[in-house]
């Protein structure tokens, strides 16, 4: 689990709440988390999900703009706010380690959209919803410029589980697992730690 947990401050117009875990020793790996619609750092599976990550990378997950404790009004303009905190954390903390972008519900499907900014080491979609009806931001860069590891639920929204099958289908960075349950499901256990893992590996992906 975490020995790294800290409430921090994302952002300045809006401000964004944001937690940030990290393990005792140094990771090599970062990954900045976009929650699903609605969801909250306080809420009990995503919390769980972060702090079985943070196990091995380090984590900085924040509250979208609307949600939680952070201001504003959630719409377009997230990925806007995603592609932003991607560029300050090169400056905000430790230089050097190796970025991963992740995401559950809508969030996966932000941290695909957002797959293409500079630096990013791999993509975490958790649960993705991938119908561009969501925000109308469009499809996910293609070819992807990092691997992506998908894993979403069986009995998530058919109209979900075909638009990932036939995105994965065409991306030859793209793997997905296929998991029992909703899309919640991927933030329990052994996924969990199969996430982790995959993520950390991500320190020496080239």
Do not use: C, K, N
Not at 129 to 137: A, G, Y
């Amino acid at each position: 689990m975490a020995t790294l947990v800290q409430d921090v401050w994302l952002g300045t117009e809006p401000r964004l709440r944001a937690r940030r875990l990290a393990p005792y020793e140094e990771p090599a790996v970062r990954v900045i988390f976009h929650p699903d619609l609605g969801e909250t750092l306080d809420d009990a599976p995503l919390a769980g999900f972060l702090e079985r990550l943070a196990a091995r990378v380090e984590v900085i997950a924040y509250e979208p703009r609307g949600q939680g404790g952070s201001a504003g009004r959630f719409g377009p303009v997230a990925l806007d706010d995603l592609r932003g905190l991607l560029a300050d954390l090169r400056q905000r903390w430790h230089q050097g380690r190796r970025l991963v972008v992740a995401g559950h519900g809508l969030g996966a499907w932000m941290a695909l959209r957002a797959s293409d900014a500079p630096g990013i080491a791999g993509i975490l979609a958790l649960g993705p919803v991938l119908r561009p009806s969501s925000l109308e931001t469009g499809a996910p860069a293609s070819p992807l410029g990092a691997p992506a590891f998908v894993i979403d639920g069986r009995d998530q929204d058919p109209r979900d589980q075909e638009a990932v099958a036939a995105w994965v289908a065409r991306e030859p960075q793209a793997a997905r697992l296929s998991v029992p349950g909703d899309h919640r499901a991927s933030l329990e256990s052994p996924w969990a730690e199969m996430a982790a893992a995959w993520t950390a590996e991500r320190a020496a992906a080239r």
